[in-house]
């Protein structure tokens, strides 16, 4: 089973930035597609950005502009580098290689307005 951390969490005012990381215990990370989610209290889990394992991204349209989702398959390590945060992107952030059904933890990024 491949076990995913997240980090980079915290507390940002409206208009900050934060960078999650997520590292993933398999060496053979770099084969596989990933995913960063978000769930906000009373809300269903959301996909916020995806990386497939050649590189390609897509985004959610709420962050797009916003959000850069990148990998670097030599730290087996995906980053979400979050710009203008608003209050709205406040949840609990997971990565997740959803064909494997591994989730990280979740981190918490709270946006104060």
């Known amino acids: 089973q491949v076990q995913l951390v997240e980090s980079g969490g915290g507390l940002v005012q409206a208009g900050g930035s934060l960078r999650l990381s997520c590292a993933a215990s398999t060496s053979i990370f770099s084969i596989y597609n990933m995913g960063w989610y978000r769930q906000a209290p009373g809300k269903q889990r959301e996909l916020v950005a995806s990386?497939?394992?050649?590189?390609?991204?897509n985004y959610a349209d709420s962050v797009k502009g916003r959000f850069t989702i990148s990998r670097d398959n030599a730290k087996n390590t995906m980053y979400l580098q979050m710009n203008s945060l608003k209050p709205e992107d406040t949840a609990v952030y997971y990565c997740a290689i959803s064909e494997l059904g591994s989730w990280g933890q979740g981190t918490q990024v709270t946006v104060s307005s």
């Open positions: 990386i497939t394992a050649r590189g390609n991204t």
